[in-house]
């Protein structure tokens, strides 16, 4: 082992022991303290890498239930969970899009039509993406089933591939679809799987219906502006090689010429795509869940042979998100059912209401940390069970308005997914796509969470007023 993996080690190790030894604080278990360690040191793990960030997992997985700090069970829940394997899918279906060179014509015929830049490709996807995201409420599937394997394609086409050639377009555009994914999640009630849980919490919490219609009122024109502000913030901070594209078309007619008609493949994968657009679409009427609907895409596919089973076995994107998804997603589901997130928020409460702060300052305080303790989260849908009724309770008591508070802290569940790699479901299929190391996409993605929070508290209020919310 070389000297920087033994100080990334040392770092991790430290990290972790100092926390376990720190006496337990009152109103926690000492399993449920220890639990917490182990999931810092995990995190920390995460950003050093001393190993590979599926092997970090399995460490603490393993420490976990050798030390007993959770049972077996708990140890390996993550990994039976539907969003991973949606995941997991989600990759199969992306090679899918490689192998029969569907991606490759669509991304060509995206090119020829709207190919003059890459801020002009940034803008479709964004648009895109607004357009399917109120039908579509799983936002795994849509962000890494559908435009995940397009984005790619689009790299792919402008030879831009992991590695050395990753600035030359391949960088810009992962982040974009990433990024303009997690924006649309906050727009809608019915644009990601955990809005209409707000909803239920909402009436518990603090006696307030939300509507769809309300909903996508008070959302609607700081959700456009973030949406607009994230290819050109992109273009400043993760600025691609190739930024003006003036023989695109030509090349792209070429192409296309090249590859000549719709190989059978090709139409099968088309009728598969088609065919998960419309059951996710309709997901909420005939009540089969995104998770199943993929994996019927990838039997498919097997079926028909588009795929073959060696496929499966080589796609290590999939299994490697697997492993680290998997595991992060126990300790944090762990970490929930101990406890600790109720505890934590129970004492961030306690402190600001014995302030005495007006009723902004106060939300905006509880908001700020409601937002960045997304880094301690895996899933969008645990966050909320374990925080959006007791902040927006928190809020209210405060003095805030109640419908404004329950529309703005179902946004604000949404609002940090763009912090980390696994922020939501389809954060590791874009970060397991291998073009952004994981330094730039915590940087890029904090960046823009603080940009698109500063828009919501700005632009946000001015048309909460406009509208009658507070």
Same mark, same amino acid.
């Given at each position: ?200 919490? =909402?009436?518990? /919490?603090? @006696?307030?219906?939300?509507?769809? *219609?309300? #909903?996508?009122?008070?959302?609607? &024109?700081?959700? %456009? ?120 928020? =129970?004492?961030? /409460?306690? @402190?600001?209401?014995?302030?005495? *702060?007006? #009723?902004?300052?106060?939300?905006? &305080?509880?908001? %700020? ?102």
């Amino acid at each position: 082992m070389d000297k920087v993996a033994l100080k990334k080690w040392a770092i991790v190790l430290a990290l972790g022991a100092i926390i376990w030894l720190i006496p337990v604080p009152a109103g926690l278990t000492p399993a449920a303290w220890h639990l917490f360690a182990v999931f810092v040191a995990t995190i920390a793990g995460f950003i050093l890498q001393p190993i590979p960030m599926g092997a970090v997992a399995f460490l603490a997985l393993t420490i976990c239930a050798f030390f007993g700090i959770l049972k077996t069970k708990d140890v390996l829940m993550g990994f039976g969970s539907g969003t991973i394997w949606l995941i997991v899918c989600a990759f199969f279906l992306s090679r899918g899009f490689i192998k029969t060179g569907l991606g490759r014509r669509i991304a060509y015929c995206i090119i020829r039509a709207i190919g003059k830049s890459s801020m002009s490709l940034g803008y479709s996807i964004c648009l895109a993406e607004l357009i399917v995201s109120p039908a579509m409420p799983s936002a795994t599937a849509r962000g890494g089933g559908v435009f995940y394997p397009i984005v790619q394609s689009l790299c792919n086409a402008f030879d831009s591939t992991p590695g050395a050639s990753a600035g030359r377009i391949g960088k810009y555009l992962m982040q974009v679809g990433f990024h303009a994914d997690a924006v649309t999640c906050t727009m809608f009630l019915t644009s990601m799987a955990g809005n209409p849980l707000c909803v239920g919490l =909402a009436a518990s /919490a603090a @006696g307030v219906e939300l509507t769809w *219609m309300e #909903w996508a009122a008070a959302a609607i &024109v700081p959700g %456009l502006v973030c949406l607009f502000l994230v290819p050109i913030i992109l273009l400043k901070i993760a600025p691609p090689e190739l930024k003006q594209m003036p023989d695109a078309k030509s090349v792209a007619v070429a192409e296309l010429a090249k590859m000549g008609p719709m190989s059978k493949d090709e139409k099968v994968l088309a009728f598969v795509f088609v065919m998960c657009l419309i059951l996710w679409a309709t997901g909420s009427l005939t009540k089969i869940g995104a998770t199943p609907i993929a994996m019927l895409a990838v039997s498919i596919m097997l079926i028909s042979k588009v795929l073959v089973w060696k496929d499966i076995l080589s796609e290590k994107g999939a299994w490697d998100a697997m492993f680290w998804m998997g595991g992060l997603m126990s300790l944090a589901t762990a970490l929930a059912k101990s406890g600790f997130i109720k505890w934590a928020a =129970a004492g961030i /409460a306690s @402190g600001i209401s014995a302030a005495h *702060m007006s #009723w902004f300052v106060s939300f905006a &305080v509880i908001a %700020l940390i409601y937002i960045y303790s997304h880094y301690c989260f895996a899933s969008v849908t645990a966050r909320i069970s374990a925080m959006y009724a007791a902040f927006v309770a928190v809020a209210v008591a405060c003095g805030a308005p109640a419908l404004m508070v329950a529309v703005a802290f179902g946004i604000f569940a949404n609002l940090p997914i763009s912090l980390t790699h696994y922020g939501n479901g389809a954060a590791p299929v874009y970060f397991g796509a291998g073009y952004v190391s994981q330094g730039e996409w915590w940087r890029n993605g904090f960046v823009i969470t603080t940009i698109n929070t500063i828009v919501w508290f700005t632009v946000g209020f001015a048309w909460w007023k406009v509208i009658g919310l507070f």
